[in-house]
């Protein structure tokens, strides 16, 4: 499960074309990158596949099912917020299960996903605790738990760590590439990172302008940049 393709799909608004129709298939299992440089279309071509927005033209298919007009919730897909989109005045017990609470949960089952989710990202031992009282990193951490909660066919990140210093970017980093070898589930990262692109993902999808430029892993892309836009953005040498 978490196999996203994406047909002539494209957005304008009004009449600003930002995504003229792209064609984009991610497997099942993998992790890809969006990136490219401020206002190239990263976060739109992300809440399109969420359904936080319409398309404008073009399919959008998970796991073999027509999901253009889906309403978000019924895509299975998480998006990953910043930290800073927990609620304050809740424990992270409540920051957790809210989604699961809006959805009408059992409690039982609540519990069993809290606990599941708490475990893996290490954050057992907070769960009573409130975000103002939890590192950067550990609220991050809470942020990715209440997505792991809804057992998502793939979850969506974007930018989730460009409002932490330097040194937490980087354990960031490694940590969410580790919940991803855990969970073997599908991740969209999007980021102006080259950094961050080149050490996390499968496959990197490059933007310029929405479209996009170059498909590959970071090895391909680092030997063979189709052109000097996707050599200069990757830092290869050609
Ligand atoms: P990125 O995430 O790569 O920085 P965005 O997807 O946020 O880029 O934006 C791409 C382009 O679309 C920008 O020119 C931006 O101004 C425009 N845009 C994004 N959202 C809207 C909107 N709701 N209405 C009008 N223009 C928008
Ligand atoms: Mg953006």
């Known amino acids: 499960m978490g196999r996203i393709v994406l047909k002539d799909v494209a957005k304008s608004f009004g009449d600003v074309h930002v995504i003229p129709p792209l064609n984009l298939e991610i497997e ?30 073009g399919v959008i298919e998970i796991d073999g099912e027509d999901a253009t007009g889906m309403p978000p919730a019924k895509r299975r897909l998480a998006m ?5 989109a927990l609620y304050p005045h809740m424990t992270v017990r409540k920051n957790i299960a809210f989604p699961l609470k809006m959805a009408g949960m ?3 089952e609540q519990a069993r996903r809290i606990e599941n989710a708490a ?19 550990q609220r991050q951490r809470v942020a990715i738990g ?34 991803h070898e855990r969970l073997e589930t599908t991740m969209i990262y999007v980021t102006h990172d080259q950094v961050e692109a080149m050490t996390m993902a499968d496959k990197i999808v490059v933007l310029q302008a929405g479209r996009i430029e170059q498909v590959g ?12 836009f996707v050599a200069g953005f990757i830092g290869s040498p050609k």
């Not at 990953?80 to 800073?84: H, L, N, P």
């Open 119 to 137: 475990k893996v990202l290490n954050l057992t031992d907070y769960l009573d605790r409130r975000p103002g009282q939890l590192s950067g990193g």
């Open 28 to 57: 099942d299992g993998e992790f890809v990158v969006f990136v490219g440089p401020s206002g190239c279309g990263k976060s739109t071509l992300l809440r399109l596949i969420a359904g936080l927005e319409d398309v404008s033209g």
């Open 146 to 179: 209440r997505a792991i909660v809804r057992e998502p066919a793939a979850f969506l990140f974007d930018e989730p760590l460009s409002n932490l210093d330097a040194a937490l970017r980087v354990g960031m980093r490694l940590e969410i590439s580790e919940l």
């Open 106 to 108: 059992d409690k039982a």
């Open 80 to 84: 990953v917020f910043q930290s800073y």
């Open 217 to 228: 892993s970071p090895l391909e892309l680092y030997h063979t940049p189709r052109n000097r």
